[in-house]
């Protein structure tokens, strides 16, 4: 009641919990607040929800035909055109759990799952977004959305570059030989190097002739004024920021990444990227974790799956990291680029804020994936030096985004820990 009270709010839901027949808890499922890409991957919200009549008149009730998903479906035609969606973020409901030994917990019932397909599909296509859907094999309950790609538009991967032969021409091998995406173009940012070898590289990379390297006259190292110089030479509607020190797994990433940033609401694309010995290095960025933010699930091996899956589906986050990111031009024009103030830090978090307060969504998927040697091209940050950029940097964006510091990031429920990255309860 309070929630309907005070804030406005015409589709409300809770967390929730499930217990076992001697009724011990088994599971608190406690859920991120409104995700549209997140609900189209499983029905977090499930249990318990509460919408107002005048939305159910327009959204319409319960369809008889889809018995076993009609929750799902209702679902996401009122959290579609609800006017507010409000989480609770408490234990209001308790259910009886019907898992089964050594099935993942979905938080929902596993027979909920027919049908479910055919509802995200139509909902996708009610708000105009072709898409196909699919069961996540061994995980019941969740989902994967492929969106039909509705133009071909050239997308433009910029990464800057400062010698590090070795690191470049790995990465550029790993673009060149695994894209399947045909259309497009790579930007190398020279970054006052220093070695022939480096240059005499450049001359190889003649060649080909959608690689063009672009000399950044500035000085000392400043990661966000020299991806802007990029920005600024890419020819296409879509831009990668990537890093040297990336190596591509995944053949058709761009074209996981570019079927969510085509959308009209999404800002940015991140993917997942793992340490050489294939541990998890990405996947999102939780607001307030360690401090500012930090990687969710870093480190962890390679087959977990995660908290609710979440290392496994589609998601939507507060900040993706731009070592490899995709944005569109037109909004990354439109929040004003990286902020050069970040020289070194939290110019991609500043960035993603920035979309958000923009309205875009930010999208992370596991369905695009590369190895990321990070702080191999520049070393991690051991030097006074760079601890007082560190340092300074910090202040920057507390002082820049405390608002949204203090009040905690919506996909990130605040009962779990800001000390762990495993969705830990505090």
């Known amino acids: 009641m309070q929630a309907i009270c005070n804030e406005d709010a015409d589709f409300i839901y809770s967390d929730e919990a499930a217990f076992s027949l001697n009724r011990v808890v088994v599971l608190k499922h406690h859920k991120p607040d409104y995700a549209f890409d997140t609900l189209c991957s499983c029905n977090y919200i499930s249990h318990f929800s509460v919408f107002s009549r005048e939305l159910t008149n327009r959204a319409g009730s319960f369809r008889s035909e889809l018995d076993g998903c009609y929750d799902y479906d209702l679902i996401l035609r009122c959290t579609g055109i609800a006017s507010k969606v409000h989480h609770i973020p408490k234990l209001l409901y308790f259910q009886r759990s019907r898992k089964k030994t050594g099935e993942p917990h979905s938080g929902n019932k596993v027979y909920t799952v027919s049908g479910a397909e055919n509802v995200i599909k139509e909902h996708l296509q009610m ?3 072709p898409a196909e859907v699919e069961k996540k094999f061994g995980l019941p309950g969740f989902y994967r959305v492929t969106h039909t790609l509705k133009e071909n538009p050239k997308v433009s991967i910029i990464i800057p570059n400062k010698d590090n032969i070795s690191l ?35 001359e190889e990379l003649k060649q080909y002739p959608n690689i063009n390297i672009v000399y950044w006259e500035g000085k000392g190292f400043n990661y966000s004024e020299i991806c802007n110089f990029g920005a600024q030479n890419a020819n296409g509607q879509q831009l990668v920021f990537l890093n040297n020190d990336i190596e591509i797994i995944t053949p058709n990433w761009i074209e996981e990444m570019l079927m969510y940033s085509q959308r009209s609401d999404v800002g940015a694309v991140g993917i997942k990227l793992y340490f050489l010995n294939s541990s998890v290095q990405h996947a999102g960025m939780v607001l307030g974790l360690g401090g500012i933010a930090g990687h969710i699930y870093l480190g962890a091996p390679y087959e977990n799956i995660g908290f609710m899956a979440k290392l496994q589906i589609v998601q939507n986050m507060s ?73 300074r940097e910090t202040a920057l964006i507390k002082s820049r985004w405390g608002k949204e510091f203090s009040v905690g990031d919506p996909y990130y429920n605040c009962n779990f820990s800001l000390d762990r990255d495993d969705y830990s309860l505090k």
């Open 319 to 391: 900040a993706v990291t731009a070592a490899c990111m995709m944005i569109k031009k037109s909004v990354f024009e439109e929040v004003g680029f990286f902020d050069k103030e970040f020289t070194d830090s939290f110019n991609d978090i500043d960035l993603c804020l920035k979309a958000r307060k923009a309205g875009y969504l930010i999208v992370w998927t596991p369905y695009a994936e590369a190895y990321h040697l990070e702080s191999r091209s520049r070393g991690y940050n051991t030097t006074p030096k760079k601890r007082r950029m560190r340092s």
């Open 127 to 129: 708000r105009g977004i």
């Open 168 to 202: 470049l021409r790995n990465c550029l091998s790993s673009v060149i030989e695994k894209t399947t995406y045909s259309n497009y173009e790579v930007i190398v940012v020279e970054n006052n190097s220093t070695k022939d070898s480096t240059f005499a590289y450049y």
